[in-house]
Structures are given as C-alpha cells and as structure tokens.
C-alpha cells in the first residue's frame, strides 16, 4: 500500500532554518499537503503542491518533485511558537488522503 | 473562518458502552471525515461522507458507524466501545475539489476503561 516517511522528531534553534522532508509513493499521486499541530490542538492548513518547484508563503515554502516522490518544508527566520508537529498527506489516485505520522519540531532557543 | 465544532473534548465511556460522538461545520462544506490519530502513526480514516445521507468506508471502519442527516453534522457511533478504541477523535470537512483542504475540529480524546 501507499506509505508516507517523515523524520520522528527535529530539533532547531530560534532563528535558525529547517528543512522537514516528506517521502511518497508516486503511483497516482493527486497532490501533497503540509499541515502543522500545536500539541493538543487541531491540525492547520500549510500548504498544498501538486507541480514540480518551490511555493512560498511568508516564512513557510514547501517544495515538490513528483519524479523523486519527494516533498519538504521549509521553515524560516524560526520562532519559539513554531514548535508542533508537521504532518505531510498525499492525496493518492482515490483522491483519498495518505498521512505520514508527523515530524515533531522542537525549536531551542 | 471556517468552524468545526466537537461536541466533547473529553470523554470515559465503559467497555460496551454506545457511544456519540457529534460533529458540526459552518461552512456548508459537502466533505465531512472522521479520523482518528494514535501516537506514532499517521492519522486513520474511519468514515466519510461527500453528502447529506451518503457515506463510504474508510481505513479502519470496523466497530464504528456514521450518520449524516443534516449536511451541517456528521457524527460517529461507537456501537460497543472497546479498549482499543481509546485514542483522539478528529473530525474534519472540506469543499469538493482536489486542492481543497481540510478543516479540523480540535478533537475529542475518548478513553474506553
């Protein structure tokens, strides 16, 4: 079946950058979403690519190849407050979404 | 901005217990999704609905049921809790079309003694 690979856990500093990255199968594949999760909390919207290249929105980019099966997002200029989990989906050929089991972000400051 | 509303963040239900777990949307979404989220795995599709009175099985629907009577609410029955249906709850809903995001509720953690 379909299966999504994220690190477990990251640790970075305030201010620094960091690069979460997202591995897919790439039979059917209909997009990839980034949402984050504050502990505790809901998950939120981040991003969505479904073509090659680089979206960037503020301090958050996520990147897509589909030819690699490979996704990540990067986080910039890092802030106390962006410490949660960072959860990567692929919508698969069902148009049903595929969930990695989240990359816990730490940020030190 | 988009509302999903749980009806209970906290829940204890005993082993045979029904149990009801109520969503609601503001948006008049058509997509509505229960999921559940464990620690270490990525979240499991339960159920989903892409209309009032439809409804499709997910990942992992055995020992749950939904119902959706109204496009608004969406809800999720446990028909005989068990212990391993302790975990969060999250319910979520979007619009038709293939970019559209999900909007979550901020979940309901049942535990099941």
């Known amino acids: 079946g379909q299966n999504i690979d994220q690190p477990t856990e990251m640790t970075a500093t305030e201010g620094a950058i960091v690069q979460i990255n997202c591995t897919y199968q790439?039979?059917?594949?209909?997009?990839l979403f980034w949402y984050q999760q504050h502990a505790g909390e809901a998950p939120t919207f981040l991003s969505y690519?479904?073509l090659d290249g680089l979206e960037e929105k503020g301090r958050f980019s996520s990147f897509l190849s589909r030819s690699k099966g490979y996704s990540y997002l990067l986080l910039k200029e890092l802030q106390m407050k962006d410490s949660a989990s960072y959860l990567c989906?692929?919508?698969?050929?069902?148009?049903?979404?595929?969930w990695g089991a989240g990359t816990k972000l730490i940020i030190k400051p | 901005d988009v509302k999903v509303t749980q009806s209970s963040r906290y829940l204890v239900k005993r082993t045979g217990e029904k149990v009801f777990l109520e969503c609601v949307q503001d948006?008049?979404?058509?997509?509505m999704f229960w999921y559940r989220q464990d620690p270490g795995l990525g979240l499991r599709l339960i159920y989903f609905?892409?209309?009032?009175?439809?409804?499709e099985k997910g990942d992992i629907p055995e020992g749950y049921s939904v119902s959706r009577e109204k496009k608004e609410r969406f809800s999720l029955i446990l028909e005989s809790a068990s212990t391993n249906q302790t975990s969060m709850y999250l319910c979520?809903?979007?619009?038709?079309?293939?970019?559209?995001?999900?909007?979550f509720g901020n979940g309901t953690r049942l535990t099941v003694t």
């Open positions: 989906a692929e919508k698969d050929s069902n148009y049903q979404l595929i």
């Open positions: 609905s892409y209309d009032v009175k439809m409804k």
């Open positions: 979520a809903s979007s619009y038709r079309g293939e970019s559209s995001p999900l909007h």
């Open positions: 690519n479904v």
């Open positions: 790439t039979s059917g594949f209909n997009g």
């Open positions: 948006m008049d979404h058509e997509n």
